[in-house]
Each structure stands twice: as structure tokens, then as C-alpha cells.
């Protein structure tokens, strides 16, 4: 069992940034690879960015490609997504979630566990 608690959600305006982190319960979350995801209103939960369980391996969704890193501290039991020139466009409740495996998951489906959610606001 993982329990992902999110945080670092926010309001900030077009071209600013934010940093969403997520900590993980248990002593085995060097075992998950690890998701960002969101969702808007009226919109289903799409793919951010994935990492996979040692962090050598990232993957990002085309809108968020160059703007966004994921970055994983495996001593901390931590996920981290940094969001850069952010735009109107990527407001929505983010959310981290685990998958009980070695390689990065883009399909929300497969994973495991999900924390609460946070929301991010960009204003224009």
C-alpha cells in the first residue's frame, strides 16, 4: 500500500512557475515508477509526465515538453514536477500516482495509487 499526498498547488499568472512535489508512504517507493496527471473540468484526466523507478528514464506529454521537468529523490520518497511559462491552458487538478514497476506508464489505467490532487490556476 502507498499512500501520495501532493502540495505546492496554486494561483500564478501566465509565464510563471510553480513546483508540485508528492510524498510517498512506505519503505518501498523505490519500487514504483511514478506519473504527474490532470484534469480540467468537463475534460478527462490526461498524461503530464511519467519517470520510471531508478529516475534515468522521463517522459512528457507533448504540451508540457520543455517546459515541465520530473525528477524523483528515491531517499526522500519523493516526486517532483517542475512547471515553467505556464500557461491559462495547463490549469486543472494535478495528480501523482505509483505503478508497481521498473519501467515509466503513460496509460493513467495502470497505476496503482493516487493521491488527492492539488489545483494549479494560470491566470492570463
Known amino acids: 500500500q502507498v499512500q501520495l499526498v501532493e502540495s505546492g498547488g496554486g494561483l500564478v499568472q501566465a509565464g510563471g512557475s510553480l513546483r508540485l512535489s508528492c510524498a510517498a508512504s512506505?519503505?518501498?517507493?523505490?519500487?514504483?515508477?511514478m506519473g504527474w496527471f490532470r484534469q480540467a473540468p468537463g475534460n478527462e484526466r490526461e498524461f503530464v509526465a511519467a519517470i520510471n523507478r531508478s529516475g534515468g528514464s522521463t517522459r512528457y506529454a507533448d504540451s508540457v515538453k520543455g517546459r515541465f521537468t520530473i525528477s524523483r529523490d528515491n531517499a526522500k520518497n519523493t516526486v517532483s514536477l517542475q512547471m515553467n511559462s505556464l500557461k491559462p491552458e495547463d490549469t486543472a487538478v494535478y495528480y501523482c500516482?505509483?505503478?508497481?514497476?521498473?519501467?515509466?506508464?503513460?496509460?493513467?489505467?495502470?497505476?496503482?495509487?493516487w493521491g488527492q490532487g492539488t489545483q494549479v490556476t494560470v491566470s492570463s
Open positions: 512506505g519503505r518501498t517507493f523505490r519500487s514504483y515508477a
Open positions: 500516482a505509483a505503478v508497481a514497476r521498473a519501467l515509466l506508464v503513460v496509460a493513467p489505467s495502470v497505476y496503482d495509487y
